[in-house]
């Protein structure tokens, strides 16, 4: 497994396996904590895995965590996403950074993305599984949307949004974030 630096986000990494193959498919690992520990993260500090299904289209983010945020590892693990990450920690080199990957079922590379970060993606195939490692357990009090299309992000999604959530709707612009959390 190789570990890359992601140059518009400070502290981002991608994790690339090396896939096994033969007329079976093909056998990879995923998580590596040796591999972690050498660029300087804590294997033991993920405590909570999930999952989501989505399909052709879908559009889910841009989200954080107030408070300490929060880190994960994102790995689209069947299909493939567009997945986008935005720095939004105030005193990071790389604030207001932004970097996009292709993710996929193919590949199994994992992304991480450091806390304090904004995440999104959309599903490019229908349908797309993508699971999160996070940090620490979640708290819906201290989930923080910003709108997908907001000029400042200015995120040229791939496909036309064929569905999201009423809060992912209805998030505010990025301008509108920001203030709130320097208030």
């Given at each position: 497994?190789?570990?890359?630096?992601v140059p518009p986000i400070a502290g981002a990494y991608l994790f690339e396996p090396?896939?096994?193959?033969?007329?079976?498919?093909?056998?990879?690992?995923?998580?590596?904590?040796?591999?972690?520990?050498?660029?300087?993260?804590?294997?033991?500090?993920?405590?909570?895995?999930?999952?989501?299904?989505?399909v052709r289209g879908v559009l889910r983010g841009m989200h954080l965590r107030s408070g300490a945020g929060e880190a994960k590892l994102v790995r689209c693990s069947n299909g493939r996403i567009f997945d986008v990450v935005v720095d939004l920690r105030p005193h990071s080199p790389t604030y207001l950074g932004r970097a996009s990957f292709e993710l996929s079922g193919e590949t199994q590379a994992t992304l991480y993305v450091p806390a304090g970060c904004a995440h999104g993606f959309q599903s490019l195939t229908d349908p797309s599984d993508v699971s999160y490692r996070i940090d620490r357990p979640h708290d819906p009090a201290e989930d923080v949307t910003i709108a997908f299309d907001d000029p400042d992000l200015?995120?040229?999604?791939?496909?036309?949004?064929?569905?999201?959530?009423?809060?992912?709707?209805r998030a505010p612009s990025l301008a509108e974030v920001l203030k709130h959390r320097e208030g």
């Open positions: 497994m190789k570990a890359t630096e090396t896939p096994h193959a033969d007329e079976r498919g093909f056998f990879c690992r995923t998580f590596d904590a040796d591999v972690l520990r050498s660029v300087g993260l804590d294997p033991a500090a993920f405590v909570q895995d999930s999952v989501s299904r989505s200015a995120i040229d999604w791939p496909l036309p949004v064929t569905s999201m959530s009423e809060r992912d709707r």
